[in-house]
């Protein structure tokens, strides 16, 4: 089986919206279609985004799981000042649907995130996936905790939050997934057998990546 490293899916991510012409958002679309198939037997779920692509994704799979009529919380993590361009159009149609996002700044949200992850039948991590770089501080690693210590059941989106995409390390604190959805192609530090306790069972999932252009670059 092909595995890609961090700067081999951003490659591939870039060749297609420049080159071929299929826009980041539709990539992000078809990643959060393909998560809630894998999480639409339950009925309740925390999504914890941050604002990255990865955060994005997991606004998209928030917004699929409202309109099947799934109860859903969403905690973001950061500002939406610091989203980038693909998160901000799935935090912006979340708003125009007048959906509720709980924003963690400090402890005091950190209550309600509890609440949630202790009820709720599945958690959503969409905090981080390749674009991780350094170790996890603050505000991040109280979520990670809350994550680990209260969740039944994890689903990570694409990497586990805190695990290097590379070399499978933890990057100070990572989530413990129950399972992990990676799209397209398994990561090179899944291949890390320590990486097995934070990811749980991995699926791969295509996200519409023409053969030839993962050819092109792994
Ligand atoms: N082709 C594909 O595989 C697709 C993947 N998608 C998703 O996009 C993410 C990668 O998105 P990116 O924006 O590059 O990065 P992340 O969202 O993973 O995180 C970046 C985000 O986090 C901040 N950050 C990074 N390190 C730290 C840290 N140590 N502490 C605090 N904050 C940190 C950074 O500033 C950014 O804000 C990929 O994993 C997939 O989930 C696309 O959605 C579809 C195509
Ligand atoms: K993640």
Redesign the pocket.
């Known amino acids: 089986m092909k595995v890609?490293t961090?700067n081999q899916?951003?490659s591939?991510?870039k060749y297609?919206i420049e080159n071929i012409g299929i826009p980041?958002i539709v990539?992000?679309e078809?990643?959060?279609l393909k998560v809630v198939e894998n999480i639409d037997k339950y009925d309740s779920f925390t999504i914890v985004a941050?604002?990255?692509?990865?955060?994005?994704?997991g606004l998209?799979i928030a917004r699929h799981l409202i309109v099947k009529n799934k109860k859903a919380n969403i905690y973001l993590i950061?500002t939406p000042e610091?989203?980038?361009k693909?998160?901000k159009i799935n935090y912006n149609i979340l708003l125009n649907m007048n959906v509720k996002i709980n924003t963690i700044n400090q402890g005091e949200d950190l209550k309600s995130l509890k609440e949630s992850v202790s009820t709720k039948q599945v958690t959503v991590d969409?905090?981080?996936?390749?674009?991780?770089?350094?170790?996890?501080?603050?505000i991040?690693s109280d979520v990670i905790s809350i994550i680990n210590k209260y969740s039944s059941y994890t689903v990570s989106?694409?990497?586990p939050?805190g695990l290097e995409?590379d070399t499978g390390k933890v990057?100070?604190i990572s989530v413990k997934a129950d399972k992990t959805v990676?799209?397209?192609?398994n990561k090179k530090g899944f291949l890390n057998p320590e990486s097995k306790k934070y990811t749980g069972k991995v699926k791969v999932e295509s996200?519409g990546?023409p053969n030839f252009v993962v050819e092109k670059f792994i």
Do not use: H, P, W
């Not at 969409?126 to 603050?138: A, C, N, P, Q, Y």
């Open positions: 890609a961090a899916m951003r591939i991510d297609c980041g990539l992000m078809n990643a959060a941050g604002t990255g692509n990865n955060g994005g994704d998209a950061g610091k989203m980038s693909d998160c969409s905090i981080f996936g390749t674009g991780l770089s350094g170790e996890v501080r603050g991040y989106v694409d990497i939050s995409c990057l100070g990676t799209f397209q192609l996200i990546i």
